[in-house]
């Protein structure tokens, strides 16, 4: 009996010894599909702690980028908005360049209920680098119209319109007259 014990106890930790091998085997870029993979099913709370090990593992700025980005968009999800902001933050600190994380910013402040302006300031830089996001411009007016801009504002939701973003065009009736 008590060999059966040892033997047990042993199998175990070698099990344990695997299992935590395999942990620190995986790479940042590993952890970071996987997190991807997690999000696509909406399982945001795995996909989270999935891009933390990324994050974790520090990876060169690429993989570390998406891997905030990522992680802000499932605490996004989960309601978690003040996580996102700090997420998007690191992620706008470590590449600059992708519009959808200036988007994602500035959705994230308007529901943290910042000062439109500092939406805008988001939905400019989004639409700086990327001048036909549509959704940029529809987000971009409807922070104006809240600003007490409502000719520029009419302008970025007709834009909107204008690039195929069927959802402004009721706005621009109610807000604007004809679209």
């Not at 439109?116 to 400019?124: C, F, G, P, R, V």
Request: hydrophobic content about 35%; charged content about 30%; aromatic content about 16%.
């Amino acid at each position: 009996m008590k060999y059966k014990t040892k033997l047990t106890i042993l199998i175990s930790s070698i099990f344990f010894f695997v299992q935590t091998v395999n942990l620190y085997c995986q790479t940042a870029e590993e952890f970071a599909m996987m997190a991807s993979e997690k999000m696509e099913e909406a399982d945001y709370e795995e996909a989270i702690e999935d891009f933390s090990n990324a994050i974790r593992l520090q990876p060169d700025y690429d993989i570390l980028y998406r891997a905030y980005f990522g992680r802000a968009f499932c605490k996004f999800q989960l309601g978690d908005y003040e996580g996102a902001k700090n997420d998007l933050d690191r992620s706008i600190r470590e590449f600059a360049n992708d519009p959808e994380v200036f988007f994602w910013r500035a959705y994230t402040k308007y529901k943290l209920r910042y000062p439109a302006s500092s939406e805008i300031a988001d939905y400019n830089r989004a639409i700086l680098l990327n001048p036909n996001y549509a959704e940029a411009y529809f987000n971009r007016g409807q922070a104006k119209i809240k600003n007490r801009q409502l000719r520029a504002a009419c302008t970025d939701l007709r834009k909107a319109y204008e690039l195929g973003y069927e959802e402004a065009k009721p706005h621009i009736r109610i807000h604007c007259g004809k679209p």
